[in-house]
């Protein structure tokens, strides 16, 4: 069971990084839910926003996106019990801000997006919501101009 997971999960970040146009994986960790299911919900909200994406691709280090699309999940928590990590930098506890190196967080993603294909190419985000049981991880890509590009020029 636990190799058939192991080549699950590498298939479903292969999907995730071989996206149009894409530069990176990003990787979205969840904690802290009152359950698996509403982690993962949280994960998927984070991973598929637009705004998260794009931050991705522009390298910003934005923490304000990632709360506002853990906000909307649908899934209740306490905004007081937010901690948002990208990679080793914390930017947010008990739902407040820290102060970082906004640039070495900014590094670290254009690490990513140089690194090894599946191996050292991913952002990692890790979220925490509260106290709860649950966890969920969620993968995706960033929003490039390329994407855009190859799906403005498709046709049917």
């Not at 990632?66 to 930017?91: E, P, T, Y």
């Amino acid at each position: 069971e636990a190799m058939l997971t192991a080549v699950c999960q590498h298939l479903a970040k292969a999907i995730a990084r071989d996206g149009e146009g894409a530069t990176c994986l990003v990787e979205v960790q969840v904690t802290g839910a009152p359950d698996d299911k509403g982690a993962r919900q949280i994960a998927k909200t984070i991973v598929g926003s637009s705004l998260v994406k794009s931050a991705i691709f522009g390298r910003d280090p934005n923490w304000g996106r990632i709360a506002g699309a853990a906000g909307r999940a649908g899934v209740k928590f306490d905004q007081a019990n937010l901690r948002i990590q990208l990679g080793d930098f914390l930017m947010m506890e008990n739902g407040q801000p820290l102060p970082f190196d906004r640039g070495a967080a900014s590094n670290y993603m254009k690490q990513a997006a140089a690194g090894a294909y599946l191996k050292d190419d991913t952002v990692l985000i890790s979220v925490s919501v509260g106290n709860g049981n649950g966890q969920g991880i969620a993968w995706g890509c960033d929003l490039s101009y390329d994407y855009v590009k190859i799906n403005a020029e498709y046709t049917t």
